[in-house]
């Protein structure tokens, strides 16, 4: 069982950003969510407790702009409440603006041992056209300072900015390979809602298309590559095998507890302490304000009002095997997939000891091949 936890806040909200995070919060409201949390967290813990807890990933939002003390009591009623003597991963983001020493001792202190800073781009124009909060150098110093206290340190890096080119994606990899075990690389998603996706359909910033958009994604997976970091999920590359384990949990399905606003959840029907049906997936209000009322007028974690709940049949969980399992190169049994790729597709498939995943090309065009797949 993995624990997620959402801390919703950011200082600022960046132009591509359609993530469940709301910027300039007043200390109020975010101290009356740190408490709707705590209290979620002890029905969790009385719901839950007993079970396994394999990975904690506490995300955002921004949770490296809270203040270490409110890092440090979250963890504290984590660790009251859930068994974390088996916890072999425990991940926090953070921006590398709000990074400093204090918070990063605080972070070891509380068990933290895995840190994944969100460096987008190593170019200031590019940083600055988005409105990301820190520049180039903060970003490599911040990198340098989480490496004193973390072996494990991830980057995210997202490619199709508006000042990207080959040689800039070739270099942002190279400097970033010897500051961290693990890089997250994503393809930039024009986000309906979000402010980027307003300035590119008036015309008022130039993005790369999509042909480039591949081409820099090559150039990344080959630059990654060189510097021995394997590609493990089509977004995810890992040095020495510092693999995500808890985000590899979501693609090979385990269970999840998702809390604070927007969180979802994951259960199967666990050692019999869950009072649900076989398999069902459900999620908090994205809005603060009502996940905090929701939390606060319960007395236990079956009462918590749920934003969206689905159980999920056979096919639901046959489909979700292929569609989560597909994203990592360890691909699917394939049995799973047996008489289910039409011959034209077969060129995008590897298969080896009984299992089936995507190659490269495959990989480049995994949505369009799902689609096709799981109608058969
Ligand atoms: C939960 S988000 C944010 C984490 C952290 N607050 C930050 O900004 O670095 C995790 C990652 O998703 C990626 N991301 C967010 N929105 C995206 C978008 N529209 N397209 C591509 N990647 C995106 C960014 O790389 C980001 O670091
Ligand atoms: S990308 Fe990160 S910092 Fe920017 S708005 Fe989204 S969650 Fe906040």
Not at 266 to 285: N, Q, V, W
């Amino acid at each position: 069982m993995e624990i997620y936890i959402h801390l919703p806040f950011c200082k600022a909200k960046c132009q591509y950003c359609d993530f469940n995070s709301y910027a300039a919060c007043d200390s109020a409201t975010i101290y009356s969510y740190l408490a709707a949390l705590c209290r979620e967290i002890k029905f969790a813990g009385a719901q839950y407790g007993r079970a396994k807890i394999d990975s904690v990933y506490i995300g955002g939002g921004t949770p490296s702009m809270l203040e270490a003390k409110q890092i440090l009591s979250v963890c504290r009623v984590l660790n009251e409440n859930f068994d974390l003597s088996g916890v072999k991963e425990f991940s926090i983001e953070a921006n590398p603006e709000s990074i400093s020493e204090d918070k990063l001792a605080a972070y070891v202190e509380a068990g933290i041992d895995r840190i994944s800073i969100g460096v987008q781009s190593l170019d200031d124009r590019n940083l600055r056209s988005v409105g990301r909060l820190h520049d180039r150098n903060t970003a490599l110093k911040k990198l340098e300072l989480a490496g004193k206290y973390f072996k494990n340190v991830s980057a995210d890096l997202i490619i199709g900015l508006p000042y990207d080119n080959a040689g800039l994606i070739k270099s942002e990899i190279d400097e970033l390979s010897d500051l961290v075990s693990h890089m997250s690389v994503y393809q930039l998603t024009l986000e309906e809602g979000t402010s980027l996706k307003k300035r590119a359909d008036e015309g008022r910033v130039w993005l790369p298309s999509d042909d480039e958009v591949a081409e820099f994604m090559d150039i990344a997976i080959d630059a990654l590559a060189a510097r021995g970091f394997e590609r493990y999920e089509v977004s995810n590359f890992a040095k020495g095998g510092e693999i995500s384990r808890h985000n590899m949990g979501y693609w090979t399905r385990e269970e999840y507890i998702g809390l604070g606003a927007g969180s979802h959840s994951f259960l199967k029907t666990a050692d019999g302490c869950a009072p649900l049906p076989a398999e069902i997936r459900f999620s908090h209000p994205r809005d603060i304000n009502a996940y905090i009322g929701g939390i606060n007028c319960v007395d236990s974690f079956d009462k918590i009002p749920r934003a969206e709940i689905s159980v999920l049949n056979k096919t639901d969980i046959l489909n979700e095997q292929i569609m989560l399992g597909l994203r990592t190169t360890k691909g699917v049994k394939e049995s799973l997939l047996e008489g289910k790729i039409p011959p034209e597709l077969e060129r995008f498939f590897i298969r080896a000891d009984g299992r089936i995943a995507l190659n490269r090309r495959g990989m480049e065009v995994m949505n369009g091949i799902l689609v096709r797949i799981l109608m058969l």
